[in-house]
């Protein structure tokens, strides 16, 4: 069965302070993997698409990579604009459908 | 300005009255597609559509419909809401739905079933 796991949770982090999210996946034929970020009262805003493993994207103070089994979210040097909750996503080969996780509340305090 | 629009944004309804929630995209996208969001469950995918007549369950389509009459719309449908489908739902469209196109949001609408 084709799932994701985000961990953690929650996150709160000092302005400044370095960190990774995690996101898990279990899906038969992986067509893409993929960042979102998500404000609170608004929809999820697109933020990398990652194919295969090893690959790797940038995006001002947020890196994305990407393994056989997961993929990380760095962010260095965080700062308050960057609290938000980030979701990751998959698309399966077989099918057109996508499977997100539960996602991570980051809190950047000042 | 690109972007995916949703109707009603707030909604307060009895068990058992239809309604209906509209989608619309002006990106001349062909893939559309709804979620609900629920707090530890993450966003899943209700029904998505292909393009034009063409459509498909997701994960979670029990007690819901939906049309594709025309590209820009892909409005949702409860014949007979229950409480158990009290959600933040969310619209997206992307253009072909193929992992190199990026999948749009719409801002939310949130259901409450009494």
């Known amino acids: 069965e084709d799932q994701v796991t985000q961990s953690p949770e929650a996150l709160r982090l000092q302005e400044g302070e370095s960190s990774s999210l995690n996101c898990s996946y279990t899906?038969?034929?992986?067509?893409?993997l993929f960042w979102y970020r998500q404000d609170p009262g608004k929809g999820p805003e697109f933020l990398f698409t990652?194919?295969?493993a090893g690959e790797e994207k940038e995006k001002e103070r947020l890196k994305a990579t990407l393994t056989k089994k997961e993929s990380f979210l760095h962010i260095t040097a965080p700062k308050p604009e960057d609290s938000a909750t980030y979701l990751c996503?998959?698309?399966?080969?077989?099918?057109?459908?996508?499977?997100f996780g539960s996602g991570t509340k980051l809190n950047v305090k000042p | 300005e690109a972007q995916v629009t949703q109707n009603p944004r707030y909604l307060i309804t009895v068990t058992g009255k239809k309604l209906t929630v509209t989608c619309s995209q002006n990106m001349n996208h062909e893939y559309m597609s709804w979620y609900r969001q629920d707090p530890g469950l993450g966003l899943r995918q209700i029904y998505y559509?292909?393009?034009?007549?063409?459509?498909d369950k997701g994960d979670v389509p029990e007690g819901y419909k939906v049309s594709r009459k025309e590209k820009r719309n892909f409005p949702l449908i409860l014949e007979s809401p229950s409480p158990n489908q009290t959600s933040l739902y969310f619209c997206a469209s992307s253009l072909r739905g193929t992992s190199t196109d990026t999948q749009y949001f719409g801002p939310g609408t949130r259901l409450t079933v009494l």
């Open positions: 899906v038969s034929g992986l067509r893409g």
């Open positions: 990652l194919y295969s």
């Open positions: 996503a998959v698309q399966a080969s077989n099918f057109n459908k996508f499977y």
């Open positions: 559509s292909m393009n034009v007549e063409v459509t």
